[in-house]
């Protein structure tokens, strides 16, 4: 990552800590089920929503900016690069379709202690880490899909700088008024 430019290397950073927040989240809390004005009576895991989808898009996502990385500047990486961003949008599928609507439902839960309780789902931890793991991977993962490698390697001034990085100065004719036109 030393020779990637300064954006492109927090867009990786980006995508790697995202993908992280998908992997943490399959194994934390993501509901718990609370009747009005008591405590948590349950937990559910993001396993027990949808298995391991997010866990395996996740690791799929690592695996692909290790391509991206390595095969930077060709097409191979450009096309690892828009896997991941499709990794973070299936994701988000998963997150919008199966988790989302479920928020603040309020269902019956048999509990041992009282029969029949009527419990609300409040989202924790994992069902934020879950969101934003799955935003985060694929808005980074389409900008790093749109990166360009820098041409300056190959002779080409790119953005007005030299090869060195100093900005080349440029001088424009000035037309200057007189008091008299």
């Not at 993501?30 to 009747?35: A, D, G, K, Y």
């Not at 309780?117 to 931890?125: L, M, R, Y």
Request: with cysteine; charged share 15%; glycine share 10%.
């Amino acid at each position: 990552m030393k020779n990637l430019p300064r954006t492109e290397s927090l867009l990786v950073l980006a995508c790697a800590a995202a993908a992280a927040m998908l992997g943490v989240s399959q194994f934390t809390d993501i509901f718990h089920l609370t009747p009005p004005g008591g405590e948590a009576l349950k937990a559910i895991q993001a396993s027990d929503q949808h298995g391991y989808a997010t866990l395996v898009l996740a690791i799929f996502a690592l695996l692909l900016l290790v391509v991206s990385i390595a095969f930077r500047g060709e097409q191979l990486g450009q096309v690892a690069a828009v896997a991941i961003a499709v990794c973070g949008l299936v994701a988000l599928l998963i997150f919008l379709i199966g988790d989302l609507p479920k928020v603040n439902n309020i269902g019956t839960l048999d509990d041992p202690r009282q029969s029949f309780i009527d419990a609300e789902a409040k989202p924790v931890a994992g069902f934020w880490l879950e969101l934003v793991g799955a935003l985060v991977l694929t808005v980074c993962g389409a900008a790093l899909a749109t990166m360009r490698p820098d041409r300056t390697e190959s002779g080409e001034s790119h953005g007005g700088r030299s090869h060195d990085g100093v900005v080349a100065e440029t001088v424009t004719p000035r037309l200057e008024r007189t008091r008299g036109d």
